[in-house]
């Protein structure tokens, strides 16, 4: 993942979508948290978009710190389970991006993120979207669920917060991503997670700007109701 995702479409579409959501809805923002952070690449791009903002990455896998200090130079990086968040009204904005749905008990990382966050704070999420698009790469990636935009919307709610936008994104995408899990609905033997990742330079480049397209779309107000993944921002 470290040395595929900088240069892939989705991984590369959905920061800019994240650098542009935390800009508009949390301009104020001191300090950022981000949950799960994986290899860092998310943070990164924070970093520098954001220079000023005090940034945090948590992650319950050692591994994937490794790999983020090597991209970032002054965020904080520690291990944590996101069931156990030891802060409280600490954060500005809190972000977990497609990592609840590896998580059973999600709403009590979304109680726990409330906690964590401060008043007049929020949160930025994305998760997987559509039951009807589970595949093989869901099984493989250990998910527990793909969310539907009326779940996901409840659970944020009775967690305490106060949804202010709510969109779905990969969406011109959609057609061409149903016909891609359609093919993975029987197991493979032989099944490569990352074979999705590994594309022709000009595919990648053609589906990026497909996306940039969706982006401005979303930028100008538009909310897209099918997607292949969700984008949700709420405040407390």
């Not at 508009?24 to 690449?41: K, V």
């Not at 990455?57 to 002054?74: D, M, V």
Request: net charge positive.
């Amino acid at each position: 993942m470290a040395t595929l995702e900088a240069k892939n479409f989705w991984f590369c579409s959905r920061n800019h979508l994240l650098l542009w959501a935390l800009g508009r809805y949390f301009p104020q923002a001191q300090n950022f948290l981000e949950i799960g952070c994986g290899t860092g690449f998310v943070l990164a791009g924070i970093e520098k978009a954001f220079p000023k903002l005090t940034l945090s990455g948590s992650e319950i896998f050692s591994t994937g710190l490794a790999f983020a200090a090597q991209r970032l130079s002054k965020a904080d990086l520690f291990q944590m389970d996101a069931c156990k968040i030891p802060f409280e009204e600490e954060f500005n904005v809190i972000g977990a991006f497609d990592v609840l749905e590896h998580i059973k008990e999600d709403r009590i990382v979304l109680a726990e993120m409330y906690r964590a966050t401060k008043p007049g704070g929020g949160i930025l999420l994305t998760v997987p979207q559509h039951p009807w698009l589970w595949s093989q790469a869901d099984d493989y990636a250990h998910h527990v669920r793909r969310y539907r935009a009326q779940e996901l919307k409840t659970k944020v709610q009775r967690a305490g917060f106060k949804i202010v936008r709510m969109t779905s994104f990969v969406s011109l995408l959609l057609p061409l991503m149903l016909l891609s899990r359609s093919q993975q609905q029987r197991p493979q033997l032989n099944y490569d997670p990352l074979s999705e990742l590994r594309i022709s330079g000009l595919a990648n480049s053609i589906l990026g700007k497909v996306l940039d397209f969706e982006r401005a779309a979303i930028r100008l107000g538009m909310s897209f109701p099918l997607g292949g993944s969700l984008l949700l921002i709420a405040k407390k």
